[in-house]
C-alpha cells in the first residue's frame, strides 16, 4: 500500500475548507485541519485519532501562527504532501462604503495569509521533504478573480491579486523541485460564504440601483454546487500529476472564463488603433 499524503488545510471550520478535510480523511489520508476555533470541529476529532487528524488553531493573518504550524507539521510527521490554502471571507457594499481597515482587514486573510501559507508550503516542500519529493499546493480563487463583482469589488480585487500571485510563483519554481502549483478558481457553493460576509450600509445614491440587486441577491441561502462533490474534485486534482495551473470547479464559472476571453479578445481588437505605433 502506498503511504497516505500529509495534507494541510486553512479554514477547515465549514464550508469547502470542512469538505476537504473530511473527505480526505476518508480516503485515508492524514490532515492538518488549522482554523481560528479548533472547537468547531471536536466532531471530527472524537471520530479520529490524532495519527489521521492533527487539528492546530491558525489566524492566517499572523505569520507567527503560520511558522507554527509548519513546524509542528515538521516535528509530527517530518513530511507535506498537499496544501490547501482555502481561509478567506468577502466584504460586501459599494467600494465607497466599505472602511479601509475592514478591507486591509480582509486583505491580511484574503491575499498576504495566502501567501505567506504559500511561502512557507514551498519552503517545506523544497527543503523538509525528501529531494525531488515536492508537493502540491492548491490556492483558492473564484469567480470574482475572473471577473469584478459589483459590491463585492474589494473582495474581487483580493481574488485576482491571488490568481496573479499564483500564476506568477509557479513559475518561479525549478523544475527538479517537482512543486505544483494549482489555482482553484470556484464557482458558487452550498457554503455559509454569505452567512460570513462582512456587510455595511450603502448610501442612499446606490439605492435602486446595480447594488441594490445584489443585496436583494445575497438574502437568501447560497446557490450553487454541493460541497462535498467539489471536495471530491479537489482531491483527484492533488493527485493528478498532469492537472493544469488553474482548474476552473463549476459550470457557472466556467460560462464566466468563456464570456471573459470573448471579452478580452474584443478589448484587444479594439485597442490596435491605439497600440499600432508604439513599440
Known amino acids: ?124 516542500f523544497r527543503e523538509v521533504n525528501k529531494p525531488g519529493v515536492g508537493g502540491r499546493l492548491l490556492n483558492t480563487s473564484s469567480i470574482a478573480g475572473l471577473t469584478g463583482l459589483p459590491s463585492l469589488s474589494l473582495y474581487s480585487a483580493s481574488k485576482y491579486a491571488v490568481e496573479g500571485f499564483s500564476e506568477a510563483l509557479s513559475k518561479e519554481m525549478k523544475p527538479e523541485w517537482n512543486i505544483k502549483i494549482t489555482i482553484l478558481t470556484l464557482g458558487g457553493f452550498k457554503t455559509n460564504g454569505l452567512q460570513s460576509l462582512a456587510s455595511f450600509p450603502s448610501l442612499p445614491a446606490y439605492e435602486g440601483g446595480v447594488i441594490s440587486q445584489m443585496r436583494q441577491a445575497f438574502s437568501g441561502p447560497m446557490q450553487g454546487g454541493e460541497p462535498a462533490k467539489a471536495a471530491r474534485e479537489i482531491y483527484r486534482i492533488a493527485n493528478e500529476p498532469s492537472a493544469r495551473g488553474r482548474v476552473l470547479l463549476g459550470r457557472d464559472v466556467i460560462a464566466i472564463a468563456s464570456s471573459q476571453i470573448k471579452l478580452l479578445q474584443e478589448d484587444a481588437d479594439a485597442s490596435e488603433t491605439f497600440s499600432a505605433d508604439l513599440n
Do not use: C
Open 1 to 124: 500500500m502506498s503511504q497516505p499524503k500529509v495534507w494541510l488545510v486553512t479554514g477547515s471550520s465549514v464550508g469547502l475548507g470542512r469538505a476537504v478535510t473530511e473527505h480526505v480523511l476518508s480516503q485515508g489520508d492524514i490532515v492538518v485541519a488549522t482554523l481560528r476555533k479548533p472547537e468547531a470541529i471536536s466532531d471530527l476529532a472524537s471520530k479520529y485519532d490524532s495519527s489521521r487528524l492533527l487539528i492546530l488553531k491558525l489566524d492566517v493573518s499572523k505569520l507567527e501562527d503560520i511558522k507554527a504550524v509548519f513546524a509542528k507539521i515538521n516535528e509530527t510527521y517530518g513530511r507535506l504532501d498537499v496544501v490547501h490554502n482555502n481561509a478567506g471571507y468577502g466584504v460586501f457594499a459599494e467600494a465607497e462604503s466599505i472602511p479601509d481597515d475592514a478591507a486591509r482587514t480582509m486583505f491580511e486573510v484574503n491575499f498576504w495569509g495566502l501567501v505567506n501559507i504559500s511561502k512557507e508550503a514551498i519552503r517545506f
